[in-house]
């Protein structure tokens, strides 16, 4: 866990280096002292220099400051305690957002782009759902899952979702597979109202699913699991404790606390995640990740919240789009952090 004085950070470009303010004077303060130089950027240089070009007006004033180094990936665990993974879902869950559909080709050009951006995890889709879709995260597995990234050589982990059933599961393994760093996430809801009129099942059937489907993952060959417990911000706490344990010791890497329904406060999540991370047995073997839908405007604050509270990964979408009202933006949630 971080200590007091420190905050998590990421290491998109987006957010180059920890915002920590004393850090940001001390590293300021200690570089070498510039030459005055007068009305070098932006709007003072027209009002010394009506006739600055555009390209003096537009260009951007960039820190002096090393970006930190990112860990090395490992699943389930960060060596840094500070560092916070970003999962970007805006291939999968963005692509829900109405008039967001994209075709294959489309889907691997943003891709593209999101791994130049720097993100430690790209959920391409959800393969299950469409041949054509399996072809999309098939193809950004073999190319993007596959070519390193900027100076460090980056490249992300590539995503796909699935149901609690061999069949997605499969699919999810088959358009993955390729990747150098492949992942499979997989989800059920855990819920009362979804378990019972939903998926009309017992707690003790949907633990049983939830177990036997990440060990199913698992003896694939994929190394990295992540589970959803679905409407986890309405589930009893005492289960969520209980499905987390179990799925911990199938095989799960990841363990995504989504706020599914938009529901819940930053207050309430913050406290949700805190107490998963105080009173899950095996927590400390595996990740929390948080996943906020923005029903209420508050997906970027519960997120953050939640990253307080020791989540480190957030799922976030460019722009924050997604189904209904959309998710935690990325943009918020990397300089929030």
């Known amino acids: 866990m971080a200590s007091s004085s420190a905050k998590p950070y990421c290491c998109s470009s987006l957010n180059p280096a920890p915002s920590n303010a004393i850090a940001r004077r001390a590293a300021l303060s200690a570089l ?133 059933n061999k069949r997605d599961i499969d ?52 190394p990295d699991v992540e589970f959803s417990p679905e409407d986890a911000g309405r589930s009893n706490r005492e289960f969520l404790y209980h499905i987390l344990e179990e ?10 606390i989504p706020d599914t329904v938009g529901y819940t406060l930053p207050h309430e999540f913050g406290k949700l995640i805190a107490d998963i991370k105080a009173n899950t047995p095996g927590i400390e073997n595996a990740i929390i990740s948080t996943h906020c839908q923005n029903d209420l405007g508050l997906a970027s604050a519960n997120t953050l919240a939640g990253a307080y509270a020791g989540a480190r990964q957030l799922e976030v979408t460019i722009n924050g789009i997604g189904e209904r009202a959309g998710n935690a933006s990325l943009e918020e949630g990397c300089h929030g952090n």
């Open 32 to 164: 070498p002292a510039a030459k005055p130089r007068r009305f070098s950027h932006g709007l003072a240089a027209v009002a010394a220099n009506p006739r600055a070009s555009r390209s003096a007006v537009l260009r951007p004033v960039r820190a002096c400051l090393a970006a930190p180094r990112r860990p090395e990936y490992v699943p389930d665990r960060i060596d840094d305690p500070n560092y916070v993974r970003i999962f970007d879902t805006t291939l999968r869950d963005g692509e829900q957002s109405p008039g967001a559909t994209m075709t294959s080709a489309e889907k691997l050009v943003v891709a593209r782009q999101l791994a130049r951006l720097g993100v430690d995890i790209i959920e391409a889709g959800f393969p299950a759902s469409s041949p054509d879709d399996l072809d999309a995260v098939r193809s950004i597995a073999i190319e993007v899952g596959n070519t390193p990234v900027g100076e460090d050589g980056h490249v992300p982990v590539i995503c796909g979702l699935s149901r609690c």
């Open 171 to 222: 699919a999810a393994w088959e358009a993955v597979r390729h990747a150098r760093k492949p992942r499979i996430h997989t989800f059920i809801a855990t819920s009362e109202i979804h378990m019972q009129h939903k998926l009309r099942k017992t707690p003790d059937q949907v633990v049983a699913i939830a177990r036997e489907m990440v060990a199913y993952a698992r003896s694939l060959g994929c």
């Open 247 to 256: 799925v911990i010791k199938a095989g799960a890497t990841t363990l995504n």
